[in-house]
């Protein structure tokens, strides 16, 4: 198709439209409210249970996460219709020219710069408006499914990157600061571990979808799921620090008092008031007393990255490369990704009731050790369906497991003015590695075999493994000021 004026048009409205959201939720900041704001903290009643407001929140935002981790599936399972409609270089369709690769590289980059962008976005105009923009952003990249050009693609999946790659960080933070400590640790692994959930749900809309009404279908379904996180976002909290420095107090303190949650002023703590010449931005990750842990966290992030992003990314293409057809493919990935949803119970609780530090151990060996086998066996058992989803369960649940671990032990082990960088920088860094995989696959033009991006991921895996043993501090228990 060629657009016409109608479609020029419409596009333009999107992009207005996306503006004025964005000046909509930009809100002025005095800078006395804004040292006000810094001087405090929010700190839960540890010892408190849950309450209904608790309940409603996760709730809310399990879902909110479930929709988020949709959108970057989707590249997997879109590669083969794109390559084929647009003549794209492909693993399935070797040959010269533009490579499909670009699609799924501009979306995790587009995740990783939205994991730094989105931490700083949410101090400046909430973590609530960050959520809301983010569903926005969704709604009008969902447009993709009607672009007539494969660049046009490109763009929008860099832009519904971003808002995906944002999110995650600030919907575990805010977590942290108000789910009390008995209760936080192994609800966060649990909320985590809906990435096996986004898997199985998106794999299974592509089996359903995709023979009727080809790849464009999976792009159309993010309107109506990114409407619903729009409509969820009523539940959500806004950040009492935000409130505070907008100059709502009372509004803070209800929203606090709502959630069993005090503030409190900041101590003189290093971590939490910085004095002359320290370090600024994400530099202070990896000074004394935090190298160790932000260390740790790189190597476990980069990992669950390499398995996200390099082995999971091109686990479709390869298993078509092995004879498994489109819908095929899809059947055995949704499947091994149902049979692996008990284990992400016994993550949560694992995380929650025994060791934080030991379950990161467990996590990250097992992944890599179900690597490994399937490196060495993958090939053995092509065009077995059944085979094939008994060696691909517990690499699948180590895609969510050890996301989810990333996510909860970054939101927990940095102390409160550290804490959104935590967090930011293991988002970005468990993307950092899907870019350099695919960057690969756009430099020649091929991507590695199942067995390369296997052993590609086993290796940090199995690293943090053994780091976290010596290096990284135990959580569970503890405050979060205690960090």
């Not at 494969?150 to 944002?166: H, K, S, Y």
């Not at 009727?212 to 996180?229: D, K, N, S, Y």
């Not at 990161?360 to 065009?383: D, F, I, K, Q």
Request: aromatic share 8%; with cysteine.
């Amino acid at each position: 198709m060629t657009p016409d004026p109608a479609m020029v048009a419409g596009m333009a409205l999107i992009v207005c439209g996306v503006a004025a959201v964005l000046v909509g939720l930009w809100p002025p900041r005095a800078e006395a409210l804004r040292r006000e704001a810094a001087a405090v903290r929010v700190r839960a009643d540890d010892d408190a249970r849950l309450r209904p407001a608790h309940v409603m929140l996760l709730t809310v935002l399990s879902l909110a996460v479930t929709i988020d981790v949709m959108k970057p599936l989707t590249l997997s399972l879109v590669v083969p219709g794109v390559a084929a409609e647009y003549g794209l270089a492909s693993p399935l369709r070797p040959g010269g020219g533009v490579s499909v690769a670009w699609l799924p590289l501009a979306g995790i980059t587009g995740t990783m710069v939205g994991s730094f962008v989105w931490g700083r976005l949410g101090d400046r105009i909430g973590r609530r408006n960050s959520i809301l923009l983010a569903g926005v952003l969704f709604a009008t990249t969902s447009v993709c499914g009607a672009m007539p050009g494969f660049w046009w693609n490109v763009l929008m999946c860099l832009v519904m990157g971003m808002a995906a790659g944002g999110m995650i960080p600030i919907a575990f933070t805010l977590l942290a600061e108000t789910v009390p400590r008995r209760h936080r640790g192994w609800l966060m692994v649990l909320i985590g571990g809906n990435v096996t959930v986004a898997y199985a749900l998106t794999n299974w809309l592509a089996a359903l979808l995709t023979p009727e009404f080809g790849w464009r279908a999976l792009w159309l379904v993010g309107l109506p799921t990114a409407l619903v996180l729009l409509v969820l976002n009523h539940w959500i909290p806004e950040s009492p620090r935000f409130l505070l420095a907008t100059g709502r107090v009372e509004r803070a303190r209800e929203v606090l008092s709502r959630y069993g949650s005090t503030m409190v002023p900041v101590s003189g703590h290093m971590a939490d008031s910085p004095g002359p010449g320290a370090a600024p931005g994400y530099v202070r990750l990896w000074e004394r007393g935090f190298g160790g842990r932000t260390a740790v966290l790189t190597l476990l992030a980069a990992g669950a990255g390499l398995l996200a992003y390099g082995f999971q990314m091109w686990l479709p293409v390869n298993l078509g490369r092995a004879g498994y057809p489109e819908a095929s493919s899809a059947r055995v990935l949704r499947d091994s990704a149902l049979i692996s949803l008990p284990l992400n119970l016994v993550t949560a609780l694992l995380y929650g009731l025994w060791s934080s530090r030991r379950t990161a151990v467990v996590v990250a060996g097992a992944a890599a050790g179900a690597l490994v086998v399937l490196a060495v066996a993958g090939e053995t058992v092509a065009g077995d369906e059944s085979l094939m989803r008994l060696l691909l369960f517990v690499p699948l649940w180590g895609i969510s497991a050890t996301a989810a671990v990333v996510a909860a032990y970054s939101s927990e082990v940095y102390p409160t003015a550290l804490r959104a960088r935590g967090t930011g920088w293991a988002a970005a860094v468990s993307k950092a590695g899907g870019v350099l995989v695919l960057a690969l696959s756009v430099g020649t033009a091929a991507v590695p075999p199942m067995e390369v991006t296997a052993l590609a991921a086993a290796v940090p895996l199995a690293l943090a493994a053994v780091a976290f043993v010596f290096l990284a501090p135990e959580t569970r228990g503890r405050r979060l000021d205690e960090a």
